[in-house]
C-alpha cells in the first residue's frame, strides 16, 4: 500500500495533522519526546487507501536519541512514497535545513508551513508562490489545530501520488566536499538508488548506523568508501559543520527571499508566564503550588480520598459487591468443596469480580484517570521543558539530566509506561539508573494514591498533611536521591549534555487534553486490567493448593523484623503482584485498627520501594533485558526490607510514635 | 574576584586559565592572583552567584570580559552573534548543529541559572553549562555612545 510519512521537529503539530488527515487519534503533546511509538492510520487520497505514518519528532536526520532514529530509519528505508514535512511557519528558516536534508535523500515532499495563526499574530509574513518556485515542492500553510489547510494538503498529497515531482536541485557544497560525496556515491550499490547524495552526506558526517546499512549492502566495495570518508574526516573543520553551515546558508538566502520577520516582538501574558516558570524565585514556587494542588490535593486527597471512597464503599461495597456474591450463592449455595472454590474464584475477599474488577474500576480507574488529567494538561501547556530546565542541575548529581523528568514525573502515573518512556533518553546509563529509580522510589498513582489515603488520616499533622505522610514522602526523597546518587558512581557509561527546545507555553486545549488522556487510560486499561484479573487468579490459586499459606508463614518472621503484626504478611505477598493490592490490604487492617501510625508507616515504606507490579517487571525485561531485569528486582526486594527495618529501628530508638 | 593579599581586582575564569601548568589545578580550590603570585582560596560558587545576583558582579564580570566570549558569559538580555563552536564532544556539536546554533546567527541569552536560557530567532533553548561554554560569540559593544553617521561601527573595546 501507499504510504505518506509525517516528519518534523517535534511539538510542530504532526499528531495532530495525523489525527485530521486519519481521524484516528495520536498522543498529541506539547513536550518533546512523547511519541515514542510510530502511530499508523488510513485515508483516501486519489480515489485510493493508503497508510499514513506519525513519526517521533527529529531535529536532524542525524539521530542522537532512539526515538530520532525511528524516524530516520522509515526513511532509509524509503518506506513513505511521499513525506509531509512540517515546519513550524514561523521558524521555517531554521527548519529549511531538515528539509534541504529531505530532498538529499530524493523524498517527495510536502512542505506544510504549520502553526500559520502563530506566525500571523507575530506579524512573521510568507511568500507561498516564492516558496514553491524557489523549492520546487508543493507548500501548504496550516492551522492544525482548526483544520485551516487540511483539504489543500490533502490536494497536494493526490497530486504528488499521480505524478512525481521534479527532483530536487542539489545544493553545492566547499569542493573537497563535493569530490567526496562523488567519490562515495559513485561506489554505493544500486540499492540506494535516487537517495545517493543524502546518504554519501550521513556517511561523511560520521554515521555509524548508515555505515553498517552501506557495509552490509557494498561488501568489498566497503573499504574504498570507508578510505574516503577518513580522508573527509581529517581534512579541515569537520564535514558534519560544514556541512550544516552550507544548508544554512542557503537557508538564510531562501528566508531572506521568501519571510519577511518583524524587528520587535511583543511580549504575550504567555510569554510572562513562561518567564517566571523559568526564573528560580518564581519558578520553585510555583513547582511547589502544581505539584501540591495537582498531585496531593487533586489525585490523592480528592482522587484516591472523596472519589474513591464513594466508588468503593458507597457504590461497589454496599450495592455492586454483596449483589454479586448473594447472586453466587444462590447459583453455588454449598460451603465447600467446588462450588466453594468457584465461588472463591470470582466472588468473596479475592475473586476476580470482587477484588480484580472492584480495584480497576473503584481504586485504580478513578486515581489513574485523575493523575493522566493532571499530566496531560501540564503536558499540553508545555511546562515540562521548563522543569527539565529547572531540575537539570540536580538531576546531574543522580547521572541523568534535565530530560529525565518526563520519564519520572510519568511514573508517578504508572511506572511501567514511564519505563518503556526511558528509551527518549540518550544514553544506556541514563536509561539504566532511570528504569531503577522508577522501580525502587517512584510511586505509581495508583500507590501514591491509596497510601496517601491511607496515611492522611492519621491524626497529628500539618497544612492537611499527617506527619506519618511527610515521613513517608521524605523517605522515598531521600532514597530517590541516595539511590540514584550511588547508582551514577556505580553505573558505567557516559552521561549526556542537556538541551532542550522550549516550546511557547500554551493554554491546554480541553479537547487535547482528553484525547491525551483517554488515550492513556486505554493503554493502562490494555495492559493492566487482564493483570489485575491474572493477580487475582493467581491468588486464587495460591490459596486452593496452600501454597500461599506456606509463603505467608515464611514471611511471618520478616514483617516481625519490620515490627508489624503478622496479619500484614498477606499484604505483602499480595504487595509483590501490585504494591497498591498490599496497599489495599492494609487499608482494611487500619480501619479496624490492627495497626499503628508506626507500623502503617513501616509497612507503607517498605511495599512502595518494591516493584510496582508483575507488569514492571515484563517491561523492564523487555527493554532492559533479563539479567539486568533479575539483578534489579533483587536489588529492590532486599533494600525494601532493609529500608522498613532501619525505619522500624529509628522510631523504636527515638521512641517516637506518629 | 580580589585577591585577597594585594587586594587587586581580577578575573578569577582567567586567572584559572593561568594555573593549567600547575599539576594540582584540576582538584585545587585555589586561585592564584595574577598581580602577586598569593592562592586565595576559590570563591564560593554560591556566593559569586549572590554576588552576580545582585548584579555588581555581573557588571564587574562584564567589564574583564573581552569582545569574543562564550554564550555562558553574556549578561542576561545581552544579544551577540555566534563565530564558531567549540564543542567537547561529536555528539555536543550534533546538538548544536541539530537546534540550529550555528555561526553567523544572533543568540540572545535570557538566563543563566539554574540553566542557560537563549533565543535564536523565534525558539527558545535550554542547555547546561557544558553546551553553552561551546558556543563562542561576538558581542556587540554596550554603553558606547553611537557613533556618529559615517563613522565606521562597532568600535573595538580596545579603541575605547
Ligand atoms: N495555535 C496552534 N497550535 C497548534 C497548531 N498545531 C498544533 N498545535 C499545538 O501544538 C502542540 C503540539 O502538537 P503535536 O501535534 O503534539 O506536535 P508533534 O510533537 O509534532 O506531534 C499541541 O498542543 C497542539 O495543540 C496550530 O496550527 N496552531
Redesign the interface.
Given at each position: 500500500m501507499t504510504v505518506i510519512g509525517i516528519v518534523g521537529t517535534p511539538n510542530v503539530g504532526k499528531s495532530v495533522m495525523f489525527n485530521n488527515l486519519t481521524g484516528r487519534y495520536a498522543t498529541v503533546s506539547n513536550y518533546p519526546g512523547t511519541t515514542v511509538e510510530v502511530s499508523r492510520g488510513r485515508t483516501r487520497l486519489a480515489g485510493g487507501d493508503v497508510e499514513v505514518v506519525d513519526t517521533p519528532g527529529m531535529?536532524?536526520l542525524?539521530p542522537?536519541t532512539d526515538e530520532e532514529r525511528v524516524a530516520r530509519k522509515m526513511l532509509l528505508d524509503r518506506e513513505p512514497q511521499v513525506v509531509i514535512h512540517m515546519v513550524?511557519a514561523?521558524?521555517l528558516?531554521?527548519?529549511l535545513?531538515q528539509f534541504l536534508q529531505l530532498r538529499e535523500l530524493g523524498m517527495e515532499v510536502v512542505l506544510v508551513l504549520n502553526l500559520m495563526d502563530e506566525a500571523r499574530k507575530?506579524g512573521?509574513e510568507l511568500d507561498v508562490p516564492a516558496l514553491r518556485k524557489r523549492l520546487g515542492v508543493s507548500v501548504v500553510e496550516s492551522i492544525a489545530t482548526s483544520g485551516v489547510g487540511v483539504p489543500e494538503l490533502k490536494e497536494a498529497l493526490a497530486l504528488r501520488l499521480r505524478t512525481p515531482g521534479p527532483a530536487a536541485a542539489p545544493l553545492g557544497y566547499d569542493p573537497a566536499l563535493e569530490q567526496a560525496i562523488h567519490q562515495v556515491s559513485v561506489r554505493l550499490p544500486m540499492s540506494f538508488a535516487g537517495s545517493e547524495r543524502g546518504v554519501a552526506l550521513l556517511l561523511l558526517q560520521?554515521d555509524a548506523e548508515v555505515a553498517e546499512r552501506v557495509k552490509a549492502a557494498t561488501g568489498a566495495g566497503w573499504d574504498e568508501i570507508r578510505a574516503v570518508i577518513a580522508q573527509a574526516q581529517q581534512d579541515g573543520e569537520?564535514p558534519?559543520?560544514r556541512i550544516?553551515?552550507a544548508r544554512?546558508?542557503e537557508a538564510?538566502a531562501i528566508a531572506q527571499a521568501c519571510v519577511r520577520?518583524p524587528r520587535s516582538?511583543t511580549r504575550t501574558f504567555a510569554d510572562r508566564f513562561a518567564?517566571a516558570a523559568?526564573?528560580?524565585l518564581t519558578g520553585a514556587p510555583m513547582l511547589a503550588v502544581i505539584l501540591y494542588f495537582g498531585l496531593y490535593q487533586f489525585v490523592g486527597v480528592f482522587g484516591a480520598g472523596k472519589v474513591v471512597d464513594f466508588l468503593e464503599n458507597d457504590l461497589f461495597g454496599t450495592y455492586v459487591t454483596p449483589a454479586f456474591d448473594a447472586f453466587l450463592l444462590r447459583l453455588l449455595p454449598a460451603a465447600d468443596g467446588w462450588q466453594y472454590w468457584t465461588r472463591e474464584l470470582f466472588g468473596g475477599e479475592f475473586g476476580m469480580i470482587t477484588l480484580g474488577v472492584t480495584y480497576a474500576m473503584a481504586i485504580v480507574l478513578p486515581i489513574v484517570c485523575l493523575f493522566f488529567l493532571f499530566f496531560s494538561i501540564l503536558e499540553d501547556s508545555g511546562y515540562f521543558?521548563r522543569l527539565?530546565?529547572?531540575?537539570?542541575?540536580l538531576f546531574?548529581r543522580i547521572g541523568l539530566?534535565?530530560r529525565a523528568v518526563i520519564p519520572l514525573v510519568l511514573g508517578l502515573g504508572c511506572d511501567t509506561m514511564a519505563t518503556m518512556v526511558t528509551r527518549i533518553q540518550?544514553t544506556k546509563k541514563e536509561r539504566i539508573i532511570t528504569t531503577l529509580l522508577l522501580a525502587l522510589a517512584v510511586p505509581c498513582s495508583a500507590q501514591y494514591g491509596v497510601i496517601t489515603a491511607l496515611l492522611v488520616r492519621q491524626p497529628n499533622g500539618v497544612l492537611g498533611m499527617s506527619y506519618a505522610w511527610l515521613a513517608w514522602a521524605s523517605i522515598l526523597a531521600v532514597m530517590f536521591v541516595g539511590v540514584g546518587m550511588l547508582a551514577s558512581k556505580l553505573v558505567k557509561g557516559e552521561e549526556?549534555?542537556?538541551?532542550?527546545?522550549?516550546p511557547?507555553m500554551r493554554l491546554p486545549k480541553l479537547s487535547n487534553v482528553v484525547v491525551k488522556t483517554a488515550a492513556r487510560m486505554k493503554w493502562y486499561f490494555l495492559e493492566v486490567l487482564p493483570l489485575f484479573l491474572f493477580a487475582s487468579l493467581l491468588i486464587w490459586v495460591g490459596r486452593l493448593t496452600h501454597l500461599f499459606d506456606a509463603l505467608i508463614a515464611g514471611l511471618v518472621p520478616v514483617v516481625g523484623a519490620l515490627g508489624l503484626p503478622s496479619g500484614t504478611a498477606p499484604a505483602f505477598l499480595y504487595g509483590f503482584f501490585r504494591r497498591d493490592f498490599g496497599a489495599a490490604g492494609l487499608y482494611s487492617m487500619a480501619d479496624t485498627g490492627a495497626l499503628s501510625g508506626n507500623q502503617l508507616l513501616v509497612s507503607c515504606v517498605t511495599l512502595t520501594l518494591f516493584l510496582p507490579c508483575v507488569a514492571q517487571f515484563l517491561i523492564m525485561k523487555k527493554e532492559r533485558g533479563l539479567k539486568m531485569a533479575l539483578a534489579m528486582s533483587g536489588g529492590i526486594v532486599v533494600t525494601a526490607f532493609a529500608v522498613g527495618a532501619t525505619v522500624n529501628a529509628v522510631l523504636v530508638a527515638t521512641g517516637i510514635s506518629l | 574576584m580580589n585577591c585577597s593579599y594585594c587586594n587587586a581586582d581580577f578575573d578569577a575564569e582567567a586567572a584559572k586559565h593561568a594555573c593549567s601548568a600547575c599539576l594540582i589545578s584540576t582538584g585545587c580550590k585555589s586561585v592564584k592572583c595574577p598581580r602577586c603570585g598569593y592562592d586565595s582560596p576559590e570563591e564560593p560558587q554560591l556566593f559569586a552567584r549572590l554576588k552576580a545576583w545582585w548584579g555588581r558582579g555581573a557588571e564587574a564580570a562584564a567589564e574583564a570580559l573581552p569582545r569574543e566570549c562564550t554564550l555562558s558569559q553574556l549578561r542576561p538580555g545581552e544579544s551577540a552573534l555566534i563565530t564558531a563552536l567549540r564543542p567537547g564532544s561529536r555528539k555536543d556539536l550534533q546538538k548544536l548543529l541539530a537546534l540550529g546554533v550555528l555561526p553567523g546567527s544572533t543568540v540572545t541569552l535570557e538566563r543563566n541559572f539554574p540553566s542557560f536560557v537563549f533565543r535564536v530567532g523565534f525558539s527558545q533553548y535550554a542547555t547546561d553549562r557544558m553546551l553553552s561554554d561551546a558556543v563562542v560569540v561576538r558581542r556587540s559593544v554596550v554603553a558606547v555612545p553611537a557613533p556618529a553617521a559615517g563613522e565606521p561601527a562597532p568600535l573595538q573595546p580596545a579603541a575605547l
Open positions: 531535529y536532524s542525524l542522537i513550524d514561523k521558524n528558516e531554521r527548519l535545513p507575530l512573521v560520521d569537520p558534519q559543520y550544516a553551515l544554512q546558508a538564510q520577520v516582538r518567564a523559568i526564573h528560580p521543558p527539565a530546565l529547572l531540575v537539570d542541575a546531574k539530566n534535565g540518550e549526556a549534555s542537556f538541551y532542550m527546545e522550549l511557547p | -
